[in-house]
C-alpha cells in the first residue's frame, strides 16, 4: 500500500532548537529526579506544535486506510531543516484488513500499544493513543506506563496515565487534559479522529478554549480503581457494610 519511497510520511513543521536531538526520544531522569521542573514554558509549546503536526500526519494515513501501530518517540524523527518524518511503516496495515488480525498477535512497542492493541485489535484511536503517549513522555521526560510485561497479564491496572503533583504544577493543565483525553482507556473515550487530536492542540497554542474537559471526580474515581482494584474492592466493600449497619440502626430507631 506505500511504495518503497513512501515509506515515511513527510510533513513540514516550524520547531526551535529547544528540541536539538536527531530524535525525538528523550533522554529518561534517573532516580527521583524530575526533568520537567527546569523546563521553560516554550518548551511545551513547542512539544505541543510538533505533535500537532505528527497527529496531522496521521490524518493523512488514516484517510488513506492505513494505521500506522507503532507509534512512539522514536519513530519521530526531527531532521536539520525541522522537518518532521514519520517513520518506521513495517507494522502499519491498511485498516480494513485490521480486523483480519489473528486473534492473540500482538504487534507494536509494549510501552506505547493501546489495551486494546494488546489483544490484536485497533483502530485510528490505537495510533492516537500512542501518539498520547509519546506526547506525556516528551512533556514529562518519562514513560507514561513502566511496567510495561505487566500490561500483557493486567492492562486495565497498568494502561491508566496519571502525571505527578509535581508534573501538574509545571506542565499547562489544557495541555494535560489533551494527553488524558487521547490516552484513555476506552477508545470511545479518546479523540475520534487524529485531526480532532491536532485541533485540540492548536486550540491550545492559539490560547483558545480546547474541546477536551477535564475529568470529573467520578471518571478520576474510575480510574483509580482500575490502578487499584484490591484497594477499591475493599473499599466499596467496607462502604457497602456502613451502608447496612446504618440502615438497622435507622430501622431500629423508627
Known amino acids: ?3 518503497s519511497r513512501r ?3 513527510r510533513l513540514q513543521g516550524d520547531w526551535s532548537s529547544d528540541v536539538c536531538s ?6 529518561q531522569p534517573t532516580g527521583s529526579t524530575l526533568a520537567s521542573e527546569a523546563l521553560p514554558n516554550h518548551y511545551y509549546r513547542n512539544v505541543a506544535r510538533l505533535t500537532a503536526r505528527v497527529a496531522n500526519a496521521l490524518e493523512y494515513a488514516h484517510r488513506a486506510g492505513v494505521l500506522h501501530r507503532d507509534i512512539k518517540p522514536s519513530n519521530l524523527i526531527l531532521d536539520q531543516a525541522g522537518t518532521i518524518w514519520v517513520t518506521d511503516f513495517g507494522l502499519a496495515r491498511r485498516e480494513e484488513l485490521e480486523s483480519q488480525t489473528q486473534t492473540g498477535e500482538v504487534l507494536g512497542t509494549l510501552r506505547y500499544m493501546s489495551p486494546e492493541q494488546l489483544q490484536g485489535k485497533g483502530d485510528q484511536r490505537t495510533d492516537i493513543y500512542s501518539l498520547g503517549l509519546t506526547l506525556f513522555e516528551l512533556l514529562t521526560l518519562r514513560p507514561a506506563l513502566d511496567a510495561t510485561k505487566q500490561r500483557l497479564r493486567d492492562p ?3 494502561s491508566m496515565v496519571e502525571f505527578s503533583n ?5 506542565i499547562p493543565r489544557d495541555l494535560q487534559t489533551i494527553v488524558l483525553k487521547a490516552t484513555a482507556y476506552v477508545p470511545e473515550n479518546r ?10 492542540i492548536e486550540r491550545f497554542l492559539d490560547d483558545r478554549p480546547i474541546l477536551a474537559r477535564q475529568q470529573t471526580i467520578a471518571e478520576a474515581c474510575v480510574r483509580w480503581s482500575r490502578r487499584n482494584p484490591v484497594i477499591a474492592t475493599m473499599a466499596a466493600t467496607v462502604f457497602g457494610l456502613l451502608l447496612t449497619i446504618a440502615g438497622q ?6
Open 166 to 170: 509535581q508534573e501538574k504544577r509545571f
Open 22 to 27: 536527531s530524535d525525538l526520544e528523550a533522554n
Open 156 to 158: 486495565d491496572k497498568y
Open 249 to 254: 440502626i435507622g430501622r431500629a430507631h423508627v
Open 7 to 9: 515509506r515515511h510520511t
Open 1 to 3: 500500500f506505500f511504495s
Open 191 to 200: 479523540y475520534l479522529r487524529a485531526r480532532d487530536f491536532e485541533e485540540d
